[in-house]
Every structure is written in C-alpha cells, then in structure tokens.
C-alpha cells in the first residue's frame, strides 16, 4: 500500500454517510449449488469526507449473498448506520472500525471511503493500493448459472455471440446433470473455454469424477470444488488433476489462505471484496497469494458495476489477473450505474479517473 496515496494532510471529517437498498433484478435466476438469486439484497453507501475546505462523495456497494455470505441486507444498515462515524475524524481508510464479523459491510464502507479519499486526491483508487503501472485492459469470463443442458446451451450461444469464450460454469448440485450440461455447451461451442465453479458442493471423489467425465474440453480451472473446510478434498483434487483449484469460499482471511498454502490445497484463490472485508485486504492476499505462486482470479458475489470496478481498481494495482470473472452487472435487468470502466463484449478497460469514476445512472 502506498500511504501518501490515503493519508491526508490533514484527518478525514465525516460529513455523511447514508445505506440505502440496492436491490436490482435479474435476467434471469442465477442458481449454484448453495443459493438462488432472483434479485441483488445489496446496500449502497454513500459517505462524504471533508478534508480543509474540499469535499467529495464516494460510493461503496455490500453486496451479500445469503447463504454464501452471513450477512444478508437486513443486517447491513443497521451494521452501519450504528457505526456513529457522521462528525467524527478518519486519518485514513485503515482507520476504520474493523468490523470483523461484517466483512459484506465493511467492505461497502470502505470502497466509499477510498473512492472519497481518492476524488480528494485527484487520483484513481488504484493508486491507493499500489504504485504503477497499473493493468486496466482485461478479458471476462460470463457465467452461467444451473439449469437445464438445452437452456445452458441456449444462454452460451447468445453470449458467444456478443463475443465470449470463455465460460464460468455454475456446478455441484448433480453430477450427472453437470457433464450433460458441459458436454452440450462444448459441442455447440467448440472454441469455448471453461472455468468450473462448485461452491463446494463436490467431494473429491465427485469433483475428480466431474473431470474425467468432461476430458476434451478446455477446463481453465476449477473453483471451490469441496468444503471450504475440507482442505484434505481440495489438496486431493489439487494433486491427482492437471486443472488449476482455486480456493473461494476457503480463503477468506489472510490466516485462511496460509493454511491452505500449508495444505498445499489449491494452485489459486478468488478475490471478493465483500468476503475479504474490502479492498485493502484483497490487495494484501492478493500480494501474498501471488508471492506464494499461486495463480489470482477476481471475482465478485452478485455486483452492480459499482462493485465490480471497485474490484477491478485491485486487479489494476496487483497488476493483472490470471482469470478475470467480473461479469455480474451483465446478468442484472436493469444499469443503476454509469463510468467507471469501457466495455466491449467480454473486454473491460478500466478508466483512472479520480476515484473510481461510478456515478448513479442519470445523474
């Protein structure tokens, strides 16, 4: 981290801060093995800081996902309009309340507090993080949540003809159905690429199984095959296959990702804003992960643009990512957004502008 980039001359004063829903529909219902979402339970924070006679407003999205995440929005305004920070001094965005048993809230409050800091600054909230260059040309993958083989098959045409690839797929729930579904998808698309996603919903034995079933395609890698506490099952899948695991819902702290390198369980970890607490303590596991040699994919839970960018600000100061699956705010029915990064098909740039450069939609 770079402290020049969010200490300032003089402490933050916190002039504002409000939590309102951001509950936005989607497409269509995205299923994985744990939870089914048909609308966003989303909060938006919007904090504004003073610092002398300047003032500016940054915006945070905490975005849980029931039951993936603990918290859920009924939990999230209470969680942060009891903070009391309206009228009190922030020093810097590592000053604020830890809020270990909240990571989803914290992690909307803090985007909002380094999008602030960083418009303060004139600098993107990249710079808050690292020093450049910065990596802002990146490539998405586009998920596609369970159902049936004929209606995956359906989904994968329409997006690879907008232009993607390269596919996340939703799996876990029925072997059978998955290879169905995955066969069916690689013979109606035979330039795609997948990266498999269980939410844990495999034993080694079925995710192992999952893959001999399904050798002939192009499998990137395969995310949270088993119990994000089983790190026994996932060291197993890591060792007798020749696809990258990656560790989700087993590395949420930075304490988590040493014992799965002690485990030797996975050869990558997802990033997530709101599991990790925000985006100082991506950046941190990030770091280390990719020390450590492990391979980096970002990924968000069910986001607006507003989170996804905030995310794609880390990936920009860590300086790239192996596998990039910010592709959320394709799936939602409706833009509450606008800025913040270009997008054309799967390729994202993302702007380095002051702040993270997300406004509300018309405004």
């Given at each position: 981290m770079s402290p020049a980039g969010i200490i300032g001359s003089v402490p933050f004063t916190v002039e504002s801060l409000s939590v309102e829903p951001l509950h936005v529909p989607l497409r269509e219902p995205f299923v994985i093995a744990s939870a089914r979402v048909d609308t966003t339970r989303a909060a938006l924070v919007s904090i504004t800081?003073?610092?002398g006679d300047r003032v500016a407003t940054g915006l945070g999205e905490a975005a849980p996902l029931w039951p993936v995440t603990r918290e859920d929005w009924?939990?999230?305004?209470?969680?942060?309009?009891?903070?009391?920070?309206?009228?009190?001094?922030?020093?810097?965005?590592?000053?604020?309340?830890?809020?270990?048993?909240?990571?989803?809230?914290?992690?909307?409050?803090?985007?909002?507090?380094?999008?602030?800091?960083?418009?303060?600054?004139?600098?993107?909230?990249?710079?808050?993080?690292?020093?450049?260059?910065?990596?802002t040309t990146l490539e998405t993958d586009i998920t596609l949540p369970i159902a049936g083989a004929e209606h995956m098959t359906e989904l994968a045409r329409g997006w690879r003809a907008r232009g993607f690839r390269c596919f996340?797929?939703?799996?876990?729930?029925?072997?059978?159905?998955?290879?169905?579904?995955?066969?069916?998808?690689?013979?109606?698309?035979?330039?795609?690429?997948?990266r498999l996603d269980a939410n844990e919903g495999f034993s080694?034995?079925?995710?192992?199984?999952?893959?001999?079933?399904?050798?002939?395609?192009?499998?990137?890698?395969?995310?949270?095959?088993?119990?994000?506490?089983?790190?026994?099952?996932?060291?197993?899948?890591?060792?007798?296959?020749?696809?990258?695991?990656?560790a989700?819902?087993?590395v949420r702290t930075f304490a988590d990702l040493e014992r799965v390198l002690a485990h030797r369980a996975a050869g990558g970890v997802n990033l997530k804003l709101v599991k990790h607490g925000g985006l100082l303590s991506a950046y941190a596991i990030g770091r280390r992960a990719r020390e450590a040699g492990l391979a980096i994919m970002c990924g968000a839970m069910v986001e607006t643009r507003l989170g996804l960018v905030a995310?794609?600000?880390?990936?920009?100061?860590?300086?790239?990512?192996?596998?990039?699956?910010?592709?959320?705010?394709?799936?939602?029915?409706?833009?509450?957004?606008?800025?913040?990064?270009?997008?054309n098909g799967p390729r994202i740039e993302t702007n380095l502008a002051p702040g993270l450069d997300v406004r509300r939609a018309g405004r």
């Open positions: 800081l003073r610092e009924p939990d999230l305004e209470p969680t942060l309009g009891g903070l009391g920070l309206v009228g009190s001094k922030l020093e810097d965005a590592t000053s604020l309340p830890a809020l270990g048993h909240s990571p989803v809230a914290r992690a909307g409050l803090e985007t909002a507090v380094l999008d602030a800091i960083a418009r303060l600054r004139g600098v993107p909230v990249a710079a808050l993080l690292g020093p450049a260059p910065y990596v996340k797929v939703k799996v876990g729930k029925n072997l059978d159905d998955d290879v169905r579904a995955l066969r069916a998808v690689g013979a109606a698309i035979p330039d795609a690429s997948f080694a034995d079925e995710a192992l199984g999952l893959l001999a079933a399904v050798d002939g395609l192009v499998i990137e890698c395969f995310e949270q095959p088993c119990d994000r506490e089983d790190l026994d099952a996932m060291a197993r899948v890591t060792r007798e296959s020749k696809t990258i695991v990656v989700d819902e087993s995310m794609a600000h880390v990936v920009a100061a860590l300086r790239g990512a192996q596998f990039v699956d910010l592709d959320t705010a394709f799936l939602l029915g409706e833009e509450r957004f606008e800025g913040g990064w270009t997008v």
